[in-house]
Nanobody, 125 residues
Framework: VQLQASGGGLVQAGGSLRLSCAAS????????VGWFRQAPGKEREFVAT????????RYADSVKGRFTISRDNAKTTVSLQMNSLKPEDTAVYFC???????????????????WGQGTQVTVSS
């Protein structure tokens, strides 16, 4: 599967952005998808993940209650709605996908084999 992330930009603190991850290739509904972010000088960190059919999600504590991950398997897209943005949310955001065995969700970057190119999110104070 190939992934293309989009939707980043510059927004003021308290604002919202919606990121999209468009997938090409077959069998999208068999992939778990996650969002990660990486700020300058920091490690890539987990943001959110969604199960193959979208029934289960998990979030990092830092974004819980502000971000929502969703997917549309018919359109082979996964979205990340980001509300109440904070300056500390500034980072390059990446979407990733993989087809795991039993786990419904994947929260570690090393568990994903397929990555998009990243989209920059900048939140000004």
């Amino acid at each position: 599967v190939q992934l293309q992330a989009s939707g980043g930009g510059l927004v003021q603190a308290g604002g919202s952005l919606r990121l999209s991850c468009a997938a090409s290739g077959r069998g999208f509904s068999t992939y778990v998808v996650g969002w990660f972010r990486q700020a300058p000088g920091k490690e890539r960190e987990f943001v959110a993940t969604i199960s193959k059919l979208g029934a289960t999600t998990r979030y990092a504590d830092s974004v819980k209650g502000r971000f929502t991950i969703s997917r549309d398997n018919a359109k082979t897209t996964v979205s990340l709605q980001m509300n109440s943005l904070k300056p500390e949310d500034t980072a390059v955001y990446f979407c990733a996908a993989d087809r795991p065995g039993p786990p419904l969700l994947l929260t570690q970057a090393q568990e994903y084999d397929y990555w998009g190119q990243g989209t920059q999110v900048t939140v000004s104070s």
